[in-house]
């Protein structure tokens, strides 16, 4: 059974950079098809912000493309998602998930971020 | 970009009644990219239909999921006090992305 859990700072200051992991685990990183980063303003609906493929190369939503950086470390079994100069309206559940083009298959289970000084 | 609207964008109804929820695309989308999800709060989405009609594992056969092109559907046959939730589709696109739509809540009524 594949877990995700997402790990990083709850609270990010305005312009700062928002950093967070998620730990892979029943499941080799390298095997997946997809992973990637969904958020989820409050009250409001999913949104895409990027996906790493097994072959690395990375996809990214474009209304978010000049601030997102998405890597992958194997030899941990991580990927992690970095979000730069954010502001109010970052504020959101952050998800990692993997997926195929069918599906997103496994979901973690969220971790809210909160941008404010 | 391809955009998906979900209609109602609340579903009021009884336990037992049927419950017939609409995704619209802006354009023609694979039936194979194609999925559902229920998300109840305070949790992380579900998947309960790929492939515009198959049952992800373990999710009851009053769920069922129908359509083509740009107009596919999300049928729940008789509600359960447990399926009150808000229902996303989604689509894998070409570029490659993923597109979400807004959501439809199914309320009790």
């Known amino acids: 059974q594949v877990q995700l859990q997402e790990s990083g700072p709850g609270l990010v200051k305005p312009s700062e950079t928002l950093s967070l992991t998620c730990t892979v685990s029943?499941?080799?990183?390298?095997?997946?098809?997809?992973w990637g980063w969904i958020r989820q303003p409050p009250g409001k609906g999913l949104e895409w912000i990027g996906s790493?493929?097994?072959?690395?190369?990375?996809y990214y939503n474009p209304s978010l493309k000049s601030r997102v950086t998405i890597s992958v470390d194997t030899s941990k079994n991580q990927f992690s998602l970095k979000l730069s100069s954010v502001t109010a309206a970052d504020t959101a559940v952050y998800y990692c998930?993997?997926?195929?083009?069918?599906?997103?298959?496994?979901w973690g289970q969220g971790t809210l971020v909160t941008v404010s000084s | 970009e391809i955009v998906l609207t979900q209609s109602p964008g609340t579903l009021s109804l009884s336990p037992g009644e049927r419950a017939t929820l609409s995704c619209r695309a802006s354009?023609?989308?694979?039936?194979?990219?194609l999925a559902w999800y229920q998300q109840k709060p305070g949790q992380a989405p579900r998947l309960l239909i790929y492939?515009?009609?198959s049952r992800a594992t373990g999710i009851p056969d009053r769920f069922s999921g129908s359509g083509s092109g740009t107009d596919f559907t999300l049928t729940i046959s008789r509600l359960e006090p447990e399926d009150f939730a808000v229902y996303y589709c989604?689509?894998?696109?070409?570029?490659?992305?993923?597109?979400f739509g807004g959501g439809t809540k199914v309320e009790i009524k």
């Open positions: 354009q023609s989308v694979s039936s194979s990219y």
């Open positions: 790493i493929y097994h072959s690395g190369s990375t």
């Open positions: 989604q689509q894998y696109g070409s570029s490659p992305e993923l597109t």
């Open positions: 492939g515009a009609s």
């Open positions: 998930a993997q997926g195929t083009p069918a599906a997103t298959d496994y």
């Open positions: 029943g499941y080799s990183i390298s095997s997946g098809y997809y």
